[in-house]
């Protein structure tokens, strides 16, 4: 007894019950569906697009969690259609009112707005739309899901099913030896119904699903063209899966299928979890007579474990979550170039060619994303964000990283807000170089990175390095504390410095060092160290001359005394 039978009798049963059965099904099903296919099809009809534009969408659930590998498949999505001149449109898919959470659409919305994500159409607020396709929350769509299942009905593609939970579960017990489970086939209970038993079922008031009678058979393929992962061949559906659920609203397959279409998508980006449900979706397009649009199936983004490589994880990694690039304080720019390199390994060949060009002028190329999945690195991040903030001019960092503190850091705000002009000039030492430092990687470096010139966050590390010991550094202090002049040029500062050499033991002079170090202390080097640790309590910092005019003449001098006291009780 094999599937053959089941369908035999199938095709037998769709001629007995006529047409006009399914006529009057279609009817008893869904009185109050007065609108047809046909009206909705005139309705939303084709776009008016130039040749080769390209329409998509970025269709999220409101979970009110904007997962990285999301943003990065929607940037995906906005960048093919943008690239043609086409539409980006933001679709919400709310008809899971379980996983519904309040506010959650304006969260995700203004995670893609923060990343430069402008949606052309859909759901741009929390209630808010724009564009003459929707609307685009499903919630509200209904009513055009339903003309389509009646319409299904009526075609004897579709039918109602009264299982219950708990005959479904012996449904699946039966199947344990199944190489497929679920419903279809004999299995299929509600299957051949006739005309007589559901009506007797709907007036008992007997809840029904609505399912799909799936033409699918097993032992047939699937084939299709996904444009990152090349040809792709599944078994057909052969599952009569649930179309509309007991309470009229529809499954996931069923909206998005009617919606892509009706939104006239002409791509579908979205992540490769979802390969699997091409078959169903392939099927459905066909049987509703819509031309299926474009599969473009992105890779999940990996992160390094052990030897092997794992999904990016909402349990396992905080940078999974959209929020921790804002939270951290990494400025858009730097996300989106980082995005890139993961989008297209071309991108950073270009971005060394292209220095200061504009990140949208970059060919983005579908054929060259990673069919795999690209690796995430933060490390990588980092870097490229350094590079990306080192030439900003100081006014956008100030700005930027003040935006950040009134909502991340609120020392840092106080801080800045204290003295707008100081904590600009601080961010501008150094800025505008030929090859400029790469200090910050987000805005959350900031309070540390700036914390020796504020007496209120300093607190000094008198290490040394090099050859200064705490000798010299007291002979150094001395005589410094003493000289320095807040009004010297640079010239006559670094002069200054390398007077005090020769009185310390040390040369001003690197070469003559290194050609016969057992002759003195050390060279200049050492003494600025010296000055360097002892004004900010580091033995790294951007320009020392910078940073002592900014610090003025009285912070100086008690610096210097500061650190010239502790050398003093060190030796
Ligand atoms: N609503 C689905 C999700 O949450 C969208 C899947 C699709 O893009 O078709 O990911």
């Given at each position: 007894r094999g599937l053959g039978d089941v369908y035999k009798r199938q095709i037998l049963y769709n001629t007995v019950m006529k047409m006009t059965d399914s006529?009057?099904?279609?009817?008893?099903?869904?009185?109050?569906?007065?609108?047809?296919?046909?009206?909705?099809?005139?309705?939303?009809?084709?776009?008016?697009?130039?040749?080769?534009?390209?329409?998509?969408?970025?269709?999220?659930?409101?979970?009110?969690?904007?997962?990285?590998?999301?943003?990065?498949?929607?940037?995906?999505?906005?960048?093919?259609?943008?690239?043609?001149?086409?539409?980006?449109?933001?679709?919400?898919?709310?008809?899971?009112?379980?996983?519904?959470?309040?506010?959650?659409?304006?969260?995700?919305?203004?995670?893609?707005?923060?990343?430069?994500?402008?949606?052309?159409?859909?759901?741009?607020?929390?209630?808010?739309?724009?564009?003459?396709?929707?609307?685009?929350?499903?919630?509200?769509?209904?009513?055009?899901?339903?003309?389509y299942a009646k319409q299904l009905v009526e075609e004897g593609l579709a039918y109602p099913c009264f299982c219950s939970e708990e005959?479904?579960?012996?449904?699946?017990?039966?199947?344990?030896?199944?190489?497929?489970?679920?419903?279809?086939?004999?299995?299929?209970?509600?299957?051949?119904?006739?005309?007589?038993?559901?009506?007797?079922?709907?007036?008992?008031?007997?809840?029904?699903?609505?399912?799909?009678?799936?033409?699918?058979s097993i032992?047939?393929?699937?084939?299709?063209?996904d444009m990152?992962?090349?040809?792709?061949?599944?078994?057909?559906?052969?599952?009569?899966?649930?179309?509309?659920?007991?309470?009229?609203?529809?499954?996931?397959?069923?909206?998005?299928?009617?919606?892509?279409?009706?939104?006239?998508?002409?791509?579908?980006?979205?992540?490769?979890?979802?390969?699997?449900?091409?078959?169903?979706?392939?099927?459905?397009?066909?049987?509703?007579?819509?031309k299926t649009p474009k599969f473009v199936h992105v890779a999940p983004i990996m992160k390094a474990e052990g030897e092997g490589k794992r999904k990016l994880s909402k349990r396992k990694d905080p940078e999974a979550a959209v929020t921790y690039y804002s939270e951290q304080g990494y400025p858009s720019e730097s996300v989106n170039e980082y995005m890139m390199t993961l989008a297209n390994s071309n991108f950073e060949d270009w971005r060394r060619a292209n220095k200061a060009e504009d990140i949208?002028?970059?060919?983005?190329?579908?054929?060259?994303?990673?069919?795999?999945?690209?690796?995430?690195?933060?490390?990588?991040?980092?870097d490229i964000s350094k590079t990306v903030i080192s030439v900003m001019d100081c006014k956008k960092v100030f700005e930027l990283s003040h935006e950040w503190a009134k909502e991340y850091c609120e020392p840092l705000a106080r801080l800045y807000e204290a003295d707008f002009e100081y904590a600009t000039a601080i961010l501008n030492i150094d800025r505008g170089n030929k090859k400029p430092r790469k200090d910050i990687a987000k805005w959350s470096d900031i309070p540390d990175y700036i914390s020796y010139m504020y007496d209120e966050t300093l607190s000094p590390d008198y290490t040394l390095c090099g050859n200064a010991t705490a000798d010299l550094a007291a002979?150094?202090?001395?005589?410094?504390?003493?000289?320095?002049?807040?009004?010297?040029?640079?010239?006559?500062?670094?002069?200054?410095?390398?007077?005090?050499?020769?009185?310390?033991g040390c040369t001003p002079n690197v070469k003559e060092y290194k050609q016969s170090p057992e002759a003195f202390a050390g060279h200049v080097g050492d003494v600025s160290t010296v000055i360097r640790v002892a004004l900010?309590?580091?033995?790294?910092?951007?320009?020392?001359?910078?940073?002592?005019?900014?610090?003025?003449?009285?912070?100086?001098?008690?610096?210097?005394?500061?650190?010239?006291?502790h050398y003093e009780e060190e030796i």
């Open positions: 006529k009057n099904l279609a009817e008893l099903l869904f009185p109050l569906i007065t609108k047809t296919p046909s009206e909705y099809e005139a309705l939303y009809p084709p776009r008016q697009l130039k040749e080769g534009a390209r329409v998509t969408r970025f269709a999220p659930s409101p979970t009110g969690f904007l997962h990285f590998g999301n943003l990065f498949t929607c940037l995906i999505s906005y960048k093919i259609a943008k690239s043609t001149d086409g539409i980006f449109y933001v679709r919400v898919e709310d008809t899971d009112q379980k996983r519904k959470v309040d506010g959650a659409v304006e969260v995700m919305l203004r995670g893609l707005s923060y990343y430069g994500i402008k949606p052309d159409e859909g759901v741009i607020a929390e209630n808010e739309e724009k564009g003459i396709y929707g609307p685009y929350k499903q919630s509200e769509r209904k009513d055009i899901y339903q003309a005959e479904l579960e012996r449904i699946r017990e039966s199947q344990e030896h199944e190489d497929i489970k679920g419903y279809y086939g004999e299995y299929a209970a509600c299957r051949n119904l006739s005309f007589e038993e559901i009506s007797k079922k709907i007036a008992a008031g007997e809840k029904w699903t609505l399912r799909l009678k799936s033409p699918g032992d047939k393929k699937c084939v299709f063209e990152i992962k090349g040809k792709i061949e599944m078994p057909e559906n052969v599952q009569d899966i649930v179309l509309l659920k007991s309470d009229g609203i529809p499954t996931y397959h069923f909206a998005s299928v009617v919606d892509d279409h009706l939104m006239r998508t002409t791509h579908i980006v979205r992540g490769d979890e979802w390969i699997s449900s091409c078959p169903i979706h392939l099927q459905l397009n066909k049987l509703l007579g819509f949208n002028k970059f060919p983005f190329n579908i054929k060259k994303m990673s069919v795999s999945g690209a690796l995430f690195d933060i490390a990588k991040l980092d002979k150094v202090l001395k005589i410094y504390k003493n000289s320095f002049d807040i009004n010297d040029d640079k010239d006559n500062w670094f002069e200054r410095i390398k007077a005090i050499c020769p009185e310390v900010t309590g580091r033995t790294n910092t951007p320009d020392l001359y910078s940073i002592t005019k900014l610090l003025g003449k009285q912070r100086v001098a008690e610096r210097l005394n500061k650190a010239l006291k």
